[in-house]
């Protein structure tokens, strides 16, 4: 009890210090205007060794170590070790958040939340500027990192109502695996064309808005027919989202995580294999189209994975994330990295809005002024709860 009532106080100091920091300028940035599109992929969990060890173990080269510019990105979130959610927030919106947070900075009370405010992020920004967005996933719509470039909660796991965002969201295109409760009717409704098959997907026209319930296997190929592979469903999507004024496409491949959360190598190595080929495919338009940044990076890295001393081989050391400095590369711009720097994840955000051409404050906050009614209300439920 006296535990409880400790950590609420330290809630709300922290809450009100980060609510000062948010509304002062020095989080605003002016920026120029640059390129047309802008392709971010996120190897979710992907760290130097996870290509290290596959390299190694399957003889194969990687298309993301042929990209000019290389270095690296520090994944930390405001609760230090980061989780998808938290690393997506930074990537997304160019600022830091709590763990489970997406695109907001929330604080929790036994589960129940209170949004101090809303972060924009990327997809926003593309769409403020009269570009289109996407997002393509080997996860759920409601995964946390295509959800941290679609909606704004203080709760990863609170996935009815991510997909009722997403409904509203404003994208152009979200093409992931069928997380079981997105509706149909109301994504029809609100003027997507629901689609569930790599067949239905290819049938979009250019700038349909495009809603992908995938039900077959996205990570990689699996034999069945019902597959969509990352690699082509990223060519598809660019093919359906190019259009004069350019667009920002979120690409994550969500198994490298997955399987590493398990140990499981060879899940790891397959998908790491397809996201590579989505990372060949977007390159290739880059260089054709000549006006397109790439970006490759992860959000964190999972498994810890080491070479062992003694033996030489790689191993996993862990089956959680670690906070391991992961892969950032580029092709198109050497002005986020370059010769093997490191740099903060949210710079990652910031150098996107700036790429796309927002000439606006960002990173850019609404302060959500319901804040203190919302914490009351959360410690109400946590009362209500209690007394069960
Ligand atoms: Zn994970």
Redesign the pocket.
């Given at each position: 009890m006296k535990k409880r009532k400790f950590s609420v106080f330290i809630g709300l100091i922290l809450s009100a210090a980060m609510l000062i920091s948010c509304i002062s300028p020095a989080f605003a940035i002016v920026i120029p205007q640059d390129v047309k599109n802008v392709i971010l992929m996120i190897g979710?969990?992907m760290g130097e060794n996870s290509l290290e060890w596959t390299k190694s173990e399957l003889g194969v080269s990687l298309a993301m170590d042929e990209l000019p510019y290389q270095g690296y990105s520090i994944t930390d979130s405001l609760s230090g070790l980061t989780?998808?959610a938290a690393g997506a927030t930074a990537l997304s919106c160019g600022l830091h958040s709590f763990n489970s947070n997406l695109c907001t900075l929330s604080v929790l009370v036994n589960g129940y939340g209170a949004t101090i405010c809303d972060y924009m992020n990327v997809s926003q920004v593309a769409k403020s500027l009269g570009k289109r967005a996407g997002i393509v996933t080997s996860d759920v719509n409601s995964g946390a990192t295509p959800s941290g470039f679609s909606v704004h909660t203080y709760k990863r796991e609170l996935t009815e109502e991510i997909t009722a965002q997403q409904v509203d969201c404003g994208l152009d295109l979200i093409w992931a695996a069928d997380n079981g409760v997105s509706d149909k009717a109301a994504f029809e409704k609100a003027g997507w064309t629901y689609s569930t098959s790599m067949d239905e997907l290819s049938g979009i026209k250019n700038g349909e808005r495009s809603f992908g319930a995938i039900s077959g296997k996205i990570y990689y190929e699996t034999g069945s027919e019902d597959d969509a592979p990352l690699s082509e469903l990223t060519s598809l999507a660019i093919e359906k989202l190019e259009n004069g004024k350019g667009f920002f496409l979120m690409v994550e491949g969500a198994h490298i995580?997955?399987n590493s959360?398990s140990n499981n190598k060879e899940g790891m190595m397959k998908s790491l294999v397809e996201f590579d080929k989505a990372v060949k495919n977007a390159v290739e338009f880059a260089k054709e189209d000549g006006n397109t940044i790439v970006i490759v990076t992860a959000d964190h890295e999972?498994g810890g994975i080491t070479k062992n001393a003694g033996t030489g081989e790689f191993e996993y050391t862990t089956g959680d994330?670690t906070n391991a400095d992961v892969p950032l590369r580029l092709f198109g711009s050497d002005e986020l990295v370059k010769d093997g720097a490191h740099v903060k994840n949210t710079q990652v955000g910031r150098f996107i809005a700036k790429k796309l051409g927002y000439t606006s404050r960002f990173p850019s906050i609404t302060v959500n002024f319901r804040f203190p009614i919302d914490l009351i209300s959360a410690l109400f439920k946590v009362r209500k709860s209690r007394l069960r």
């Open positions: 979710d969990g989780d998808s995580d997955k959360h999972t994330h």
